[in-house]
């Protein structure tokens, strides 16, 4: 064991169909078991039939940041369409006020936004309802669009 460990914790190795060949030693399947395993700094996990590994990049970039803006001051619009009791199937007319990365990201998502909100016109403009977001100021105003 004293020579077959080091060879293996150093790739020194080649599985063989059911066997493992570490230098001059033959080990049958019962004697060994081979894992997947992450890398060090690397987000994921194998699979429970140790098959394959699923790597997650978990890095934020400018676009993921400005959808998750996008999502939370969506969020906020339906939450206040609730809470004004408007129906499900109202359209409404927005204004809002917001600090730049949140209008960038409400800009960018627009018509995403709009379509899900039935919103049917979206401006900047005075607010009555008010959230931060991630740090960010953001205030809406909502009026029910006649029919």
Known sequence: MREIIPAVKNG?????GDKMIVGEYTLNSDEFENRLNIKEGVTGM???DNTAVIILDTELNSELIAEGLANDALRFIQDTRKTLGLDVSDRIRLTYTADLAVSGAI???RKRIMADAL????????????KD????????????AQK
């Open 119 to 130: 919103i049917v016109e979206m401006s900047p403009g005075e607010a009555e309802h008010f």
């Open 12 to 16: 020194d190795y080649e599985i063989d």
């Open 107 to 109: 800009e960018q998502y």
């Open 133 to 144: 977001i991630e740090g960010y100021n953001f205030g809406i105003s909502i009026e029910k």
């Open 46 to 48: 194998a699979l429970p």
